[in-house]
């Protein structure tokens, strides 16, 4: 018997015709909304279907979240300090949760003292504020053809 | 291929009827993005389903209706009972791509386990639901959901198409709203089964309910003159809850009417209906696509474009090699 893992909705279909859904959600109490405004409708500038969960999030509540929509990334917005707490624990809860085919990233304010800490965490890829939206999206469109 | 599946797909809904998140989140994936799997999941669905009852909550945007969506699923959670809602918005004709954040509003339920919210890109569909939606709410179903929500928004003529899917449809204004022609015009008389004046602390609430009693006083009578069933018109305050409990009443008192009258077996029926009609249409176009070139149906566009065929010969064109592909009708 196959696995839940193995069993995944592209696996009959073209990679490239595939539409990807992304949740996009602050951490913690920040409450800067315009960036990931912005991120959001750029990702839906790019064919992508972005879940948009706003502020006030906790991990457990993003995991929830991403387990019922079956989103292929996970994108955080930081730009209060609060992304290593924050990302720790929401990497606790997906590895928990086996939710290990769930590109994490994160943007906003991120010292680069605290990328290998993040990585740890599971984050796969860390924007500045001076990252460019076609940036973001080749990051993503890349690791998520090559996760298949 | 199919066989394959359909074995994989036995594992996925087990563990979804047990309550695996991950499988219900897969199965819906599966759904949207059609094909064979698609159709081995529908119908093993098809087989599952059938005790689920199905709420639109519909309304132009700005009404309210994911405060309202969020306060139903307190309701129903309050008796005890799990709940699954599809929130449908839409898609950017331009990218394709959704900003889907009607959830945002149901963030109080985010921990429960007993609350499962699917938001959905009506992708290219122009009714305001996505193609997939009916399919959607039947895997749903077979999971084992009694409730199932499905909100979406309204402008003109997409009332109509949330009706054609749920059981009971609630359509949501509010006050100040009540332009009378308007919304004979865009079917939505014929179509609510409940009126909603939600964000009922504003002012223009009983103009608004005198506007709506007038319409549905003049509005024609149903096609069923064996149906009678007078829409009520609920006032609620969606982010305190107030008249929520007196709206989801209506619903089961709508519910009661359609069960006792077979109206409720009779719109299933129509449903199913309008679903194959929508699926033939798909599967006839699907087939053309594959037995003539993008530019021989360029081609055909273009000459109905510039008027040299109409675009009745041009359909004609398209169509003739499916056709022929068919075995030639039996002898009368």
Same mark, same amino acid.
């Given at each position: 018997?196959?696995?839940?893992? $193995?069993?995944? &909705?592209?696996?009959?279909? $073209?990679?490239? $015709?595939?539409?990807?859904?992304?949740? #996009?959600?602050?951490?913690?109490?920040?409450?800067?909304?315009?960036?990931?405004?912005?991120?959001?409708?750029?990702?839906?500038?790019?064919?992508?279907?972005?879940?948009?969960?706003?502020?006030?999030?906790?991990?457990? &509540?993003?995991?929830? #979240?991403?387990?019922?929509?079956?989103?292929?990334?996970?994108?955080?917005?930081?730009?209060?300090?609060?992304?290593?707490?924050?990302?720790?624990?929401?990497? &606790?809860?997906?590895?928990?949760?086996?939710?290990?085919?769930?590109?994490?990233?994160?943007?906003?304010?991120?010292?680069?003292?605290?990328?290998?800490?993040?990585?740890?965490?599971?984050?796969?890829?860390?924007?500045?504020?001076?990252?460019?939206?076609?940036?973001?999206?080749?990051?993503?469109?890349?690791?998520?053809?090559?996760?298949? | 291929? /199919?066989?394959?599946?359909?074995?994989?797909?036995?594992?996925?809904?087990?563990?979804? @009827?047990? !309550?695996?998140?991950? +499988?219900?989140?897969?199965? /819906?994936?599966?759904?949207?993005?059609?094909?064979?799997?698609?159709?081995?999941?529908?119908?093993?669905?098809? @087989?599952?389903?059938g005790s689920a009852y199905t709420i639109g909550v519909t309304g132009a945007?700005?009404a309210?209706k994911?405060?309202l969506t969020?306060a139903l699923?307190?309701q129903i959670?309050?008796l005890?009972?799990?709940v699954?809602?599809?929130?449908?918005?839409?898609?950017?004709?331009?990218?394709?791509?959704?900003?889907?954040?009607?959830?945002?509003?149901? @963030?109080?339920?985010?921990?429960? !386990?007993?609350?499962?919210?699917?938001?959905?890109?009506?992708?290219?569909?122009?009714g305001g639901l996505?193609?997939?939606t009916p399919?959607?709410i039947?895997? /749903?179903d077979?999971?084992?959901?009694r409730w199932i929500l499905v909100e979406t928004?309204g402008?003109g003529q997409v009332e109509v198409e949330i009706a054609g899917n749920a059981d009971s449809t609630i359509v949501v204004v509010n006050?100040?709203w009540g332009?009378i022609v308007q919304a004979s015009k865009a079917g939505l008389m014929e179509v609510a089964d409940i009126f909603c004046i939600n964000?009922a602390?504003?002012?223009?609430v009983a103009?608004t309910l005198r506007d709506l009693r007038q319409m549905l006083a003049l509005s024609p009578g149903p096609p069923d003159p064996t149906a009678h069933w007078r829409p009520p018109i609920i006032s609620t305050?969606?982010?305190?809850?107030?008249g929520v409990a007196q709206l989801w009443d209506a619903a089961m008192a709508h519910r009661e009417f359609g069960t006792s009258t077979g109206t409720l077996d009779r719109r299933r029926r129509e449903r199913i209906s309008n679903e194959?009609?929508?699926?033939?249409?798909?599967?006839?176009?699907?087939?053309?696509?594959? /037995?003539?070139?993008?530019? @021989?149906? +360029?081609?055909?566009? !273009?000459?109905?474009?510039?008027?040299?065929?109409?675009?009745?010969?041009?359909?004609?064109?398209?169509?003739?090699?499916?056709?022929?592909?068919?075995?030639?009708?039996?002898?009368?």
């Amino acid at each position: 018997m196959t696995s839940l893992s $193995d069993f995944h &909705a592209d696996s009959l279909h $073209d990679p490239a $015709d595939t539409i990807r859904r992304v949740l #996009v959600a602050k951490c913690g109490l920040d409450a800067h909304e315009r960036g990931v405004h912005v991120v959001a409708r750029g990702l839906r500038e790019h064919g992508f279907e972005v879940v948009y969960l706003g502020l006030r999030n906790t991990p457990e &509540a993003i995991c929830n #979240v991403a387990q019922q929509e079956d989103v292929d990334m996970i994108g955080i917005s930081s730009l209060a300090g609060g992304h290593r707490d924050f990302m720790r624990r929401l990497g &606790a809860f997906m590895r928990q949760r086996g939710m290990d085919d769930i590109l994490l990233v994160i943007g906003g304010v991120i010292p680069e003292e605290d990328h290998e800490y993040l990585r740890e965490q599971g984050v796969a890829g860390i924007f500045g504020q001076g990252a460019s939206m076609s940036e973001v999206v080749a990051f993503i469109r890349s690791h998520l053809r090559a996760a298949g | 291929m /199919l066989a394959f599946a359909m074995r994989d797909l036995t594992h996925v809904f087990a563990a979804a @009827q047990a !309550g695996d998140v991950t +499988a219900k989140g897969r199965l /819906l994936s599966v759904i949207e993005r059609g094909g064979a799997q698609a159709n081995a999941a529908s119908e093993f669905a098809a @087989q599952h389903a059938g005790s689920a009852y199905t709420i639109g909550v519909t309304g132009a945007p700005g009404a309210g209706k994911s405060t309202l969506t969020s306060a139903l699923i307190g309701q129903i959670r309050r008796l005890g009972d799990e709940v699954a809602v599809l929130a449908i918005d839409p898609s950017s004709p331009f990218s394709g791509g959704a900003i889907l954040g009607d959830r945002i509003r149901m @963030q109080d339920h985010a921990n429960d !386990g007993g609350v499962f919210i699917r938001s959905m890109a009506t992708r290219g569909h122009a009714g305001g639901l996505s193609l997939a939606t009916p399919a959607a709410i039947r895997v /749903l179903d077979a999971i084992g959901y009694r409730w199932i929500l499905v909100e979406t928004v309204g402008v003109g003529q997409v009332e109509v198409e949330i009706a054609g899917n749920a059981d009971s449809t609630i359509v949501v204004v509010n006050p100040g709203w009540g332009d009378i022609v308007q919304a004979s015009k865009a079917g939505l008389m014929e179509v609510a089964d409940i009126f909603c004046i939600n964000k009922a602390d504003r002012p223009g609430v009983a103009e608004t309910l005198r506007d709506l009693r007038q319409m549905l006083a003049l509005s024609p009578g149903p096609p069923d003159p064996t149906a009678h069933w007078r829409p009520p018109i609920i006032s609620t305050v969606g982010h305190t809850g107030e008249g929520v409990a007196q709206l989801w009443d209506a619903a089961m008192a709508h519910r009661e009417f359609g069960t006792s009258t077979g109206t409720l077996d009779r719109r299933r029926r129509e449903r199913i209906s309008n679903e194959l009609r929508e699926i033939i249409a798909r599967r006839l176009e699907q087939r053309a696509r594959e /037995l003539i070139t993008g530019a @021989q149906w +360029a081609e055909l566009t !273009g000459q109905a474009l510039t008027g040299q065929i109409s675009p009745v010969a041009a359909a004609e064109a398209i169509l003739a090699p499916v056709l022929r592909s068919l075995p030639p009708s039996p002898m009368p």
